[in-house]
C-alpha cells in the first residue's frame, strides 16, 4: 500500500511542514530554503528573531513507497493508498497541545478547511502526528488532543498517532474511563530511540557514512566501547550517568548516597538540572504530592543522601550536562573502558508511561551489561526487540513490578548487592556474557532504514484496520 | 509545438498562491482557505483595510501550471519549452511597485520574487511576465522604479515582459533610456493587451445580450429618428472632461445633444482655481520650461471655461440611463442604454486619459460606440484612433478632419476636438443622414472586427505571447490581441 503524504502548501524547495502559522509562511520564500538542515532552520530563525520549529516527519518516510502531495492537487483518491496529513509535536507534546504558560493556536488550528472535508469523506486519510525524541505520552495529553479535535472540527478516530510509548493501551483505556462513547485514534509504538542510536553507532563503526538529521550543532561523534573491555582494568563497578533530576533518580541518587556507594560508581551529577529544587521540603512536609509512594521508613535516609547530593553539588564524567545536550552522538567509550556494568537512569518511569529511549541503547552499544531504573516491562520490551538481558546473572523480576517505589528499592537493592561484587567475580560475569553482549551489539546494527521499511510493511494494513493499537517497532 | 507553463513559487491547500503575493496579507488569505481570487482581495481591502500588490493573472486561465520545485532539467532543457513567471497588479500598481505600502515592510512584486526563479532567469526559455491591468498608466516615476527594482534584484529587464494597455509604453521607455544613457540592449519588453476589447467583444457575440445593441436593421430605421446631435456620457469627472462640458456650456450646446454628468459624483478640486493656475499641466522629467507655456490655455480660452462651468454648476447633475453613478462601476463595462445611440448622431469619447503623454491607454468607452454602429470622435491620448485602427477598425477620416489624434500638445488636441464637436453640431440632421448611410458599411465592418477579439479567439493571445518569446514576431508595438 502506498503512503502518500500530504502537505497543504508547497514552498519552493518542496512540501513546507504541515501546521505552520500563516504569519510565518513569509519566512519560507527564502530562495536557499532547505527544511531537512536544521542549521539553516537555526539560521532563519535567528535571522527573523523569530522562533519557530519545522522538524521534517521522519519515520513513516522509510516505508519506501511514498509521494508527496498538496492538498490542492488531490482530485482522484485512490482508495487502495493510504493518505497521511504529517505534522509533528516536535517532541513537546504540551506546547503542541498549548498546555504551557504561553499559549498559542496549535497546529489542529491551522489544518487546511480543504483537508478537513478530505478527511472526513475518505476513510483512508488519517493526520499523521509524529512525536518523536521525547517518551512521554499518556491519556492526560490525548485527552487534550480529543479536544483539540472538537474544536477545530477534527474528527478525533482519524488522528493516528505515532509514538515512542509501550502502553498505549492503558492510555485508551484510562481515556475510555472519561469518554466512554468516543471513537479512538490510532496509536503507533515506534520506538525511535532504537533506530536512530542503530544509526549513531553505524557512523562510529564507519559503517555509514552520514549521521543524516541527528548532528547538530553541540553533537561529538561517538566512539563505540570494544568488546575486549571486559578485561580491562577497572577504575570503578558501575557507570551512572545523569543528568535531568527527575524524582526517580532524585530518589534513586539520595539512596546511594547515603548508603555511601555512590563512590563505587562513576557517575554524572549537576544540582542545576534539578526538576525538584523544593525536594527537600517535599519530603519533609508533601511526601504525597510525589508521583512515587515513598515508604515513610526511608524518608531519613532519603534526606540525608539528598543532603550529600546538594553538598557534591556538580559532578562531571565527560561532557558539561547542558539541558540540551543531544543524546545522539556525544558516546564517549573511555566512560565504558573505565567500568563494568551501567546503571541506566531511563526519562520515564511510570507503568503508565512505558517507555525506552535511547539511554537504555547505550550500555548495548558499548557492550555493557545494565540494570534499567525505567518503567515497568522494559525489559520486556527490549526482548521484543530481539535483545537479551541478564537474568542469568542476576534477579530481573523488578521490570515486572509496577508499584514504582517497591520496584525502585528492588533495583537499588539489586545495584547495591552488585557494588559489593569483587573486581574478579565482575571479569568471571562479564566473561560469562560476552556472547550475550556481543549479540546485543550486533543486533543494534539491524535497525537501519532498510528494515525499519519491512517493520512498518507488516503493519501497514492495520492502518486501515478496525485495530487502534499498532505496534511497528 | 512550443509549451508555455505557468511556474509559481508557492503552492497551498486551494491551489497557487499569486506569485508576489503581499507575505503581510498571508493571515487574511488563511482566513479564507487560502484561496487566491477576487472576492478575497475584495475582502482583505474593505474589510482589512489593506491593498494586495498582486492578483489573478488573467492571460492563463487554460495554460499549464506548475510548482517551481517541480522544474527539473528535462523540463527546463527543452527549448521547446516556455516558463513563464506571471505577475498581475491588479489595478494597485503603485502597491506592486513599492511607492505605497500598507506596512513598512511591505516588499515591491520584485522582492518577492523567489531567488530560485532569479537564478532559473538565466535560462533563455524562462521570463516573467508582469500584468499592468485595469490601471495602465504607467508614468515616469513606474519606470524609474522598475529598473531600480530590478538592479536591485539582479534581474535583467530582458526577462521581464510587461503587458498593459499602455501603447506608448515602449516610446516612453526608450525616452527614459535616452534620457539617463541606459543600454538599450537591456531594456523591458512590452506588450500591448486592450482587455476591454475581448469584453465587448463577448457581449456582441453573447445571445442573450443581442436586444442591447443597435444591429443593421435597426440602424436603418433610426437614420431618420435623430433628435440630437452628439452623445457624450461622464462618469467621474477629471480635468479634461469639466474642460470639455464647461466649453459646451458657454457655447450653449448643451440642448442639441445628449450629456450626462454629476458635479456630486467624485468631485472634491476646485476646478477654477485648477484653470487659473493651470494645474492640468503634467510636468515630467522631460517637460521643458519652454514647454508650459504651449501646454496652457490662452487666457481668453480659461475665461471662457470657467464661464462655462459657473454655468454648469448651475445645472449642476444631467441624468441620461444612470441616475446614480455610485451604483455603476464603470469599469465593470456595463452596457448602455442603446436608446442613447438611437437618438444621437455621434458619439463624442471621453477617454479616463487625456492630458498625460506617459498614460496614453484606452479604455471601454472607446469600444461602446463600436458595438452601437456610432460614429465618434475622442478626447483621449493622441495617437488613439491610430492605436485603434492597428486593431483592425477604421475611422471617420473621409467625413471630417481626424488630424487632431496626432496632435501631440494636449490642449491643442482637447481644443481641436471641441471644434469638431461644434463642427459636427453645425451639420443639419439631412447631413447626417447623409453620413449615416455613408458610413454604414464602415460601422458593421468595426462592429464585425469587433468580432475577432472574442474569448473565442484566446489561443490568438498565447500564440503570439509564444512568437513574442521566441522573438519570431517583432514589430513596432507589440499586440497580444492582434488578430490573424
Same mark, same amino acid.
Given at each position: 500500500?502506498?503512503?502518500?503524504?500530504?502537505?497543504?502548501?508547497?514552498?519552493?524547495?518542496?512540501?513546507?511542514?504541515?501546521?505552520?502559522?500563516?504569519?510565518?509562511?513569509?519566512?519560507?520564500?527564502?530562495?536557499?530554503?532547505?527544511?531537512?538542515?536544521?542549521?539553516?532552520?537555526?539560521?532563519?530563525?535567528?535571522?527573523?528573531?523569530?522562533?519557530?520549529?519545522?522538524?521534517?516527519?521522519?519515520?513513516?518516510?522509510?516505508?519506501?513507497?511514498?509521494?508527496?502531495?498538496?492538498?490542492?492537487?488531490?482530485?482522484?483518491?485512490?482508495?487502495?493508498?493510504?493518505?497521511?496529513?504529517?505534522?509533528?509535536?516536535?517532541?513537546?507534546?504540551?506546547?503542541?497541545?498549548?498546555?504551557?504558560?504561553?499559549? =498559542?493556536?496549535?497546529?489542529?488550528?491551522?489544518?487546511?478547511?480543504?483537508?478537513?472535508?478530505?478527511?472526513?469523506?475518505?476513510?483512508?486519510?488519517?493526520?499523521?502526528?509524529? =512525536?518523536?525524541m521525547?517518551?512521554?505520552?499518556?491519556?492526560?495529553?490525548?485527552?487534550?488532543?480529543?479536544k483539540?479535535c472538537?474544536?477545530?472540527?477534527?474528527?478525533?478516530?482519524?488522528?493516528?498517532?505515532?509514538?515512542?510509548?509501550?502502553?498505549?493501551?492503558?492510555?485508551?483505556?484510562?481515556?475510555?474511563?472519561?469518554?466512554?462513547?468516543?471513537?479512538?485514534?490510532?496509536?503507533?509504538?515506534?520506538?525511535?530511540?532504537?533506530?536512530?542510536?542503530?544509526?549513531?553507532?553505524?557512523?562510529?563503526?564507519?559503517?555509514?557514512?552520514?549521521?543524516?538529521?541527528?548532528?547538530?550543532?553541540?553533537?561529538?561523534?561517538?566512539?563505540?566501547?570494544?568488546?575486549?573491555?571486559?578485561?580491562?582494568?577497572?577504575?570503578?563497578?558501575a557507570?551512572?550517568?545523569?543528568?535531568?533530576?527527575?524524582?526517580?533518580?532524585?530518589?534513586?541518587?539520595?539512596?546511594?548516597?547515603?548508603?555511601?556507594?555512590?563512590?563505587?560508581?562513576?557517575?554524572?551529577?549537576?544540582?542545576?538540572?534539578?526538576?525538584?529544587?523544593?525536594?527537600?521540603?517535599?519530603?519533609? !512536609?508533601?511526601?504525597?504530592?510525589?508521583?512515587?509512594?515513598?515508604?515513610? &521508613?526511608?524518608?531519613?535516609?532519603?534526606?540525608?543522601?539528598?543532603?550529600?547530593?546538594?553538598?557534591?553539588?556538580?559532578?562531571?564524567?565527560?561532557?558539561?550536562?547542558?539541558?540540551y545536550?543531544?543524546?545522539?552522538?556525544?558516546?564517549?567509550?573511555?566512560?565504558?573502558?573505565?567500568?563494568?556494568?551501567?546503571?541506566?537512569?531511563?526519562?520515564?518511569?511510570?507503568?503508565?508511561?512505558?517507555?525506552?529511549?535511547?539511554?537504555?541503547?547505550?550500555?548495548?552499544?558499548h557492550?555493557?551489561?545494565?540494570?534499567?531504573?525505567?518503567?515497568?516491562?522494559?525489559?520486556?520490551?527490549l526482548?521484543?526487540?530481539?535483545?537479551?538481558?541478564?537474568?542469568?546473572?542476576?534477579?530481573?523480576?523488578?521490570?515486572?513490578?509496577?508499584?514504582?517505589?517497591?520496584?525502585?528499592?528492588?533495583? *537499588?537493592?539489586?545495584?547495591?548487592n552488585?557494588?559489593?561484587?569483587?573486581?574478579?567475580?565482575?571479569?568471571?560475569?562479564?566473561?560469562?556474557?560476552?556472547?550475550?553482549?556481543?549479540?546485543?551489539?550486533?543486533?543494534?546494527?539491524? *535497525?537501519?532504514?532498510?528494515?525499519?521499511g519491512?517493520?512498518?510493511?507488516?503493519?501497514?494494513?492495520?492502518?486501515?484496520s478496525?485495530?487502534?493499537?499498532?505496534?511497528?517497532? | 509545438?512550443?509549451?508555455?507553463?505557468?511556474?509559481?513559487?508557492?503552492?497551498?491547500?486551494?491551489?497557487?498562491?499569486?506569485?508576489?503575493?503581499?507575505?503581510?496579507?498571508?493571515?487574511?488569505?488563511?482566513?479564507?482557505?487560502?484561496?487566491?481570487?477576487?472576492?478575497?482581495?475584495?475582502?482583505?481591502?474593505?474589510?482589512?483595510?489593506?491593498?494586495?500588490? #498582486?492578483?489573478?493573472?488573467?492571460?492563463?486561465?487554460?495554460?499549464?501550471k506548475?510548482?517551481?520545485?517541480?522544474?527539473?532539467?528535462?523540463?527546463?532543457?527543452?527549448?521547446?519549452?516556455?516558463?513563464?513567471?506571471?505577475? *498581475?497588479?491588479?489595478?494597485?500598481n503603485?502597491?506592486?511597485?513599492?511607492?505605497? &505600502?500598507?506596512?513598512?515592510?511591505?516588499?515591491?512584486?520584485?522582492?518577492?520574487?523567489?531567488?530560485?526563479?532569479?537564478?532559473?532567469? &538565466?535560462?533563455?526559455?524562462?521570463?516573467?511576465?508582469?500584468?499592468?491591468?485595469?490601471?495602465?498608466?504607467?508614468?515616469?516615476?513606474?519606470?524609474?522604479?522598475?529598473?531600480?527594482?530590478?538592479?536591485?534584484?539582479?534581474?535583467?529587464?530582458?526577462?521581464?515582459?510587461?503587458?498593459?494597455?499602455?501603447?506608448?509604453?515602449?516610446? !516612453?521607455?526608450?525616452? $527614459?533610456l535616452?534620457?539617463?544613457?541606459?543600454?538599450?540592449?537591456?531594456?523591458?519588453?512590452?506588450?500591448?493587451?486592450?482587455?476591454?476589447?475581448?469584453? &465587448?467583444?463577448?457581449?456582441?457575440? %453573447?445571445?442573450?445580450?443581442?436586444?442591447?445593441?443597435?444591429?443593421?436593421?435597426?440602424?436603418?430605421?433610426?437614420?431618420?429618428?435623430?433628435?440630437?446631435?452628439?452623445?457624450?456620457?461622464?462618469?467621474?469627472?477629471?480635468?479634461?472632461?469639466?474642460?470639455?462640458?464647461?466649453?459646451i456650456?458657454?457655447?450653449?450646446?448643451?440642448?442639441?445633444?445628449?450629456?450626462?454628468?454629476?458635479?456630486?459624483?467624485?468631485?472634491?478640486?476646485?476646478?477654477?482655481?485648477?484653470?487659473?493656475?493651470?494645474?492640468?499641466?503634467?510636468?515630467?522629467?522631460? $517637460?521643458?520650461?519652454? %514647454?508650459?507655456?504651449?501646454?496652457?490655455?490662452?487666457?481668453?480660452?480659461?475665461?471662457?471655461?470657467?464661464?462655462g462651468?459657473?454655468?454648469?454648476?448651475?445645472?449642476?447633475?444631467?441624468?441620461?440611463?444612470?441616475?446614480?453613478?455610485?451604483?455603476?462601476?464603470?469599469?465593470?463595462?456595463?452596457?448602455?442604454?442603446?436608446?442613447?445611440?438611437?437618438?444621437?448622431?455621434?458619439?463624442?469619447i471621453?477617454?479616463?486619459?487625456?492630458?498625460?503623454? $506617459?498614460?496614453?491607454?484606452?479604455?471601454?468607452?472607446?469600444?461602446?460606440?463600436?458595438?452601437?454602429?456610432?460614429?465618434?470622435?475622442?478626447?483621449?491620448p493622441?495617437?488613439?484612433?491610430?492605436?485603434?485602427?492597428?486593431?483592425?477598425?477604421?475611422?471617420?477620416?473621409?467625413?471630417?478632419d481626424?488630424?487632431?489624434?496626432?496632435?501631440?500638445?494636449?490642449?491643442?488636441?482637447l481644443?481641436?476636438?471641441?471644434?469638431l464637436?461644434? #463642427?459636427?453640431?453645425?451639420?443639419?440632421?439631412?447631413?447626417?443622414?447623409?453620413?449615416?448611410?455613408?458610413?454604414k458599411?464602415?460601422?458593421?465592418?468595426?462592429?464585425?472586427?469587433?468580432?475577432?477579439?472574442?474569448?473565442?479567439?484566446?489561443?490568438?493571445?498565447?500564440?503570439?505571447?509564444?512568437?513574442?518569446?521566441?522573438?519570431?514576431?517583432?514589430?513596432?508595438?507589440?499586440?497580444?490581441?492582434?488578430?490573424?
Amino acid at each position: 500500500m502506498k503512503i502518500n503524504f500530504v502537505y497543504d502548501f508547497t514552498s519552493l524547495a518542496g512540501p513546507l511542514v504541515n501546521g505552520v502559522d500563516p504569519k510565518n509562511i513569509k519566512y519560507f520564500f527564502d530562495g536557499n530554503l532547505d527544511l531537512q538542515n536544521q542549521n539553516y532552520i537555526d539560521k532563519i530563525n535567528k535571522k527573523y528573531n523569530n522562533y519557530f520549529w519545522v522538524w521534517p516527519n521522519s519515520f513513516l518516510y522509510q516505508y519506501g513507497n511514498t509521494d508527496e502531495l498538496c492538498t490542492s492537487d488531490i482530485n482522484d483518491v485512490n482508495e487502495n493508498e493510504l493518505y497521511l496529513y504529517p505534522i509533528t509535536t516536535q517532541g513537546d507534546l504540551y506546547d503542541f497541545c498549548s498546555l504551557k504558560e504561553k499559549k =498559542h493556536q496549535t497546529k489542529f488550528y491551522y489544518i487546511s478547511n480543504q483537508f478537513k472535508k478530505l478527511l472526513k469523506e475518505n476513510n483512508n486519510f488519517f493526520i499523521y502526528i509524529e =512525536h518523536g525524541m521525547e517518551p512521554y505520552f499518556d491519556s492526560h495529553i490525548l485527552k487534550e488532543m480529543y479536544k483539540l479535535c472538537e474544536s477545530n472540527d477534527i474528527p478525533f478516530q482519524k488522528l493516528l498517532i505515532t509514538n515512542g510509548s509501550n502502553s498505549n493501551h492503558l492510555t485508551l483505556q484510562d481515556f475510555s474511563e472519561e469518554y466512554p462513547n468516543v471513537k479512538h485514534p490510532k496509536l503507533v509504538t515506534y520506538n525511535w530511540g532504537l533506530p536512530l542510536k542503530s544509526q549513531d553507532m553505524r557512523v562510529a563503526l564507519q559503517i555509514v557514512d552520514e549521521q543524516v538529521g541527528v548532528e547538530t550543532s553541540d553533537t561529538y561523534r561517538s566512539t563505540v566501547c570494544d568488546i575486549s573491555h571486559i578485561k580491562n582494568k577497572k577504575e570503578k563497578k558501575a557507570l551512572l550517568l545523569t543528568r535531568r533530576l527527575r524524582s526517580q533518580r532524585l530518589l534513586f541518587l539520595s539512596l546511594m548516597f547515603n548508603e555511601n556507594i555512590i563512590d563505587k560508581t562513576l557517575y554524572s551529577l549537576d544540582m542545576d538540572l534539578n526538576f525538584y529544587p523544593n525536594f527537600k521540603y517535599i519530603l519533609e !512536609n508533601e511526601i504525597e504530592s510525589l508521583n512515587i509512594n515513598v515508604e515513610k &521508613k526511608y524518608i531519613n535516609d532519603i534526606l540525608n543522601g539528598y543532603q550529600l547530593m546538594i553538598k557534591q553539588n556538580k559532578k562531571i564524567v565527560d561532557y558539561e550536562l547542558t539541558p540540551y545536550l543531544s543524546g545522539f552522538g556525544n558516546e564517549s567509550k573511555e566512560l565504558y573502558e573505565k567500568t563494568f556494568f551501567s546503571i541506566v537512569q531511563e526519562t520515564e518511569f511510570s507503568v503508565w508511561q512505558q517507555a525506552i529511549t535511547e539511554k537504555v541503547i547505550q550500555p548495548i552499544m558499548h557492550h555493557h551489561p545494565f540494570v534499567l531504573i525505567g518503567s515497568p516491562y522494559s525489559l520486556k520490551n527490549l526482548k521484543r526487540l530481539g535483545f537479551k538481558t541478564f537474568d542469568k546473572w542476576w534477579d530481573e523480576s523488578y521490570d515486572n513490578e509496577e508499584d514504582d517505589w517497591i520496584r525502585l528499592k528492588m533495583i *537499588f537493592d539489586l545495584v547495591k548487592n552488585l557494588l559489593t561484587k569483587t573486581d574478579e567475580e565482575f571479569y568471571t560475569i562479564l566473561n560469562e556474557m560476552k556472547d550475550v553482549l556481543e549479540y546485543n551489539h550486533n543486533h543494534l546494527k539491524i *535497525f537501519d532504514s532498510e528494515y525499519i521499511g519491512e517493520a512498518i510493511s507488516k503493519k501497514i494494513n492495520e492502518f486501515t484496520s478496525d485495530k487502534n493499537i499498532i505496534t511497528v517497532l | 509545438m512550443n509549451s508555455l507553463y505557468l511556474v509559481y513559487d508557492f503552492e497551498g491547500p486551494s491551489g497557487f498562491f499569486y506569485n508576489s503575493s503581499n507575505l503581510n496579507l498571508h493571515q487574511y488569505y488563511f482566513e479564507n482557505d487560502f484561496v487566491f481570487r477576487n472576492d478575497i482581495e475584495d475582502f482583505i481591502k474593505t474589510k482589512k483595510d489593506k491593498i494586495p500588490n #498582486s492578483s489573478n493573472n488573467i492571460f492563463f486561465n487554460e495554460v499549464k501550471k506548475i510548482h517551481i520545485s517541480k522544474l527539473n532539467s528535462n523540463l527546463l532543457d527543452n527549448q521547446n519549452n516556455y516558463f513563464i513567471y506571471p505577475i *498581475f497588479t491588479g489595478g494597485n500598481n503603485q502597491y506592486s511597485l513599492g511607492i505605497k &505600502k500598507n506596512d513598512e515592510n511591505d516588499k515591491s512584486i520584485f522582492d518577492l520574487i523567489s531567488n530560485k526563479w532569479k537564478k532559473l532567469l &538565466k535560462r533563455k526559455n524562462c521570463n516573467i511576465i508582469i500584468y499592468f491591468g485595469l490601471e495602465h498608466e504607467m508614468p515616469i516615476e513606474y519606470f524609474q522604479k522598475i529598473y531600480i527594482l530590478l538592479q536591485n534584484n539582479n534581474i535583467n529587464p530582458n526577462k521581464v515582459w510587461i503587458i498593459s494597455n499602455n501603447f506608448s509604453n515602449i516610446d !516612453n521607455n526608450n525616452k $527614459f533610456l535616452d534620457k539617463f544613457g541606459i543600454d538599450k540592449s537591456k531594456n523591458l519588453n512590452f506588450l500591448t493587451y486592450y482587455e476591454q476589447l475581448k469584453t &465587448k467583444s463577448n457581449e456582441i457575440i %453573447d445571445k442573450k445580450l443581442v436586444d442591447k445593441f443597435i444591429n443593421q436593421v435597426t440602424y436603418d430605421k433610426n437614420i431618420f429618428s435623430k433628435s440630437k446631435k452628439g452623445l457624450i456620457l461622464n462618469r467621474r469627472l477629471p480635468l479634461h472632461r469639466k474642460i470639455f462640458l464647461s466649453l459646451i456650456m458657454y457655447d450653449n450646446y448643451l440642448d442639441s445633444n445628449l450629456i450626462s454628468f454629476d458635479l456630486g459624483f467624485d468631485n472634491q478640486r476646485d476646478f477654477v482655481d485648477d484653470i487659473k493656475n493651470n494645474r492640468y499641466v503634467q510636468g515630467n522629467i522631460f $517637460f521643458q520650461k519652454s %514647454d508650459y507655456n504651449e501646454n496652457t490655455f490662452s487666457d481668453t480660452i480659461k475665461n471662457k471655461i470657467i464661464k462655462g462651468y459657473s454655468l454648469l454648476n448651475k445645472i449642476y447633475k444631467n441624468t441620461l440611463d444612470v441616475d446614480d453613478f455610485k451604483k455603476i462601476d464603470g469599469r465593470a463595462l456595463e452596457i448602455d442604454d442603446k436608446r442613447l445611440y438611437e437618438k444621437t448622431c455621434f458619439s463624442v469619447i471621453s477617454e479616463t486619459e487625456m492630458f498625460s503623454n $506617459f498614460d496614453r491607454y484606452i479604455t471601454e468607452k472607446s469600444i461602446k460606440p463600436i458595438q452601437q454602429l456610432h460614429p465618434f470622435i475622442m478626447i483621449a491620448p493622441y495617437g488613439s484612433l491610430q492605436y485603434l485602427k492597428s486593431l483592425g477598425f477604421k475611422t471617420f477620416d473621409k467625413w471630417w478632419d481626424e488630424s487632431y489624434d496626432l496632435e501631440k500638445n494636449n490642449i491643442k488636441r482637447l481644443l481641436m476636438v471641441y471644434d469638431l464637436f461644434k #463642427s459636427l453640431n453645425e451639420k443639419s440632421f439631412e447631413e447626417w443622414n447623409k453620413i449615416h448611410k455613408e458610413m454604414k458599411s464602415i460601422l458593421i465592418y468595426n462592429k464585425e472586427n469587433l468580432k475577432n477579439y472574442s474569448y473565442k479567439n484566446d489561443n490568438i493571445v498565447l500564440n503570439n505571447l509564444k512568437k513574442y518569446l521566441s522573438n519570431e514576431h517583432i514589430q513596432e508595438n507589440p499586440k497580444l490581441l492582434q488578430t490573424p
